[in-house]
């Protein structure tokens, strides 16, 4: 079944008197317990793609529907809603909260979802065992090592069963060993939960993991 469906994205963006088109019509489909990774060279649109597909972006024409839902440029306002029910996303230089322990980062995701109180304090405990971080949950940011805080932000992108993980260069700030502990986690939840996962990498690595590899080339997607 196809969570994420994308067709002809274009993305136009302003500078001065000059327009720049950064997407030309992008198209790609995501099905549960599917990992896509996306390369490119930089400055080919992956980004822009990917924020879009996050829905914290419209694009200037095309269709992207989630869910079976259609993602409506002229209505913004929505993009919170489809963020919040069904889009996780793992950001490559973690976006952690400092002053938060790791419980409290992925607690705080759910709150922005709406959980609160209990239920999310137990649904930030399920996911930091999902990830192997039970032992962490109590630990800040500075005392977690880089393998350690990415799988916080996973953990944080996974609460609250978003059926969709975007991710963007996850395994960039990690050594080779860790890198691959990540790139094997996010291979067991699309597997044994179900979710799509699109992974934007230049890690050769990522590869290995993915049932499938597409391509953007300025703008286009080359599947």
Known sequence: MEVLEATG??????EGSESVNVLKGASLTLRRGEIVALEG?????????????GCMLTPTSGRVAIEGREVDPAR???????????IGFVFQQFNLFPALTAAENVEYALNLKGMRGKAAREEAARVLEAVGLSDRARFLPR???GGQKQRVAIAR???????????DEPTANLDSQV?????????DLAKSR???LLIVTHDPKVRGVADRVAHIRDGVILN
């Open 194 to 196: 179900t979710r799509a």
């Open 157 to 167: 992108a996974l609460a609250g069963s978003a059926p969709i993980i975007l991710a």
């Open 76 to 86: 913004p306002e929505r993009l919170p809603m489809f963020r919040r029910s069904s």
């Open 9 to 14: 994205v274009v993305k136009t963006f302003r």
């Open 179 to 187: 890198g691959t502990q990540v790139l094997e986690l996010f291979r």
């Open 143 to 145: 005392d977690l090592s």
């Open 41 to 53: 060279p930089s400055g080919s649109g992956k980004t822009t793609f990917l924020t879009i597909l």
